[in-house]
């Protein structure tokens, strides 16, 4: 029986892979499979309900919603790429050298991590992109500036439990560097565990940047993104639903996608937590 679990952790790995692959090729060969300009506007096509020639139907300015949803990924996905990237980064680091180090450095860190997280995550983004100002950088530089102190907080935890194990302090005595160490010995155990909770939150990270661009703080026309095109339709959402329909079902697939992502890298790496 576990055999046969571990071959379905494994094809269900393999799955999710394959379609978080599928949705980045398809988002950053985009050009290649959008039937039309995206930017390109048909007015005597304004709203039109979906067809043969639209899939998705077109907006209030006659765009094909089809084509601009392919190219939305790329901004979209690649946002949500950045973003996770950077705040993983820095806060596994953060954390690795705060657990590590101990004493003054920790508790330097971890008070400004603590001083972070007081505030809520979105209104702290919304009120550093509404002080610097609307567009996409600003938005990766907010978001990444509020979302590091979760993987600090989760890599320095990690940290204290493997610290003192024998292998770690034979590499001490051995005459290994603390950052020998921390390269060699401890990132090396904590980041596979971590990219769990990474693959998944570029599914939360899509969400956030899909609810921001809806508030009007993150890409500004005409640029396709996925968020803006749901801010775009709800002004039309009675009599073109599927301004807003369409955008929606793709932000909720590469949720979806990434989140099954992230549970099928659980099982696979973790077989015990997976199976209480």
């Known amino acids: 029986m576990d055999k046969i679990k571990r071959n379905r952790d494994y094809i269900a790995l393999f799955m999710a892979v394959f379609a978080a692959i599928v949705f980045i090729l398809i988002a950053t060969f985009s050009y290649k499979f959008a039937p039309n300009n995206p930017l390109a506007t048909d007015y005597d096509n ?13 907006d209030q300015l006659g765009r094909d919603i089809f084509s601009r949803i392919l190219y939305g990924g790329r901004t979209s996905l ?41 505030f809520p995550g979105s209104i702290f983004t919304i ?28 890599s320095r935890s990690m940290v204290l439990s493997i610290k003192n194990n ?50 009007g703080l993150g890409s500004q026309p005409p640029t396709p993104e996925w968020g803006y095109m749901l801010s775009e ?14 955008p929606g079902i793709i932000i909720l697939i590469n949720v979806i996608v990434f989140n099954l992502l992230g549970d099928a890298l659980q099982n696979v790496l973790n077989p015990k937590k997976s199976a209480i």
């Open 233 to 246: 339709g709800k002004e039309y959402m009675n009599s073109a639903p599927w301004m807003l329909l369409f």
């Open 46 to 58: 304004l709203l039109k309900a979906p067809c043969s020639q639209y899939f998705f139907g077109t």
């Open 78 to 118: 690649l946002i949500a790429f950045l973003v996770t990237a950077i705040i993983s980064v820095t806060g596994i680091v953060i954390g690795a050298v705060s657990g590590f180090c101990g004493g003054v450095v920790d508790g330097i860190l971890m008070r400004i991590s603590d001083m972070l997280m007081a």
């Open 166 to 215: 024998n292998y770690i302090e034979q590499a001490r005595l051995g005459g290994a560097n603390p950052i020998k160490v921390l390269n060699c010995y401890i990132l090396p155990v904590i980041i596979p565990p971590l990219l769990v909770y990474i693959s998944q939150d570029i599914g939360s990270k899509l969400l956030t940047i899909a609810g921001l661009s809806l508030l």
């Open 127 to 154: 009120a550093l992109v509404s002080f610097m100002g609307t567009g996409l950088v600003n938005l990766i530089i907010a978001m990444s500036l509020t979302g590091w102190t979760y993987y600090a907080r989760l």
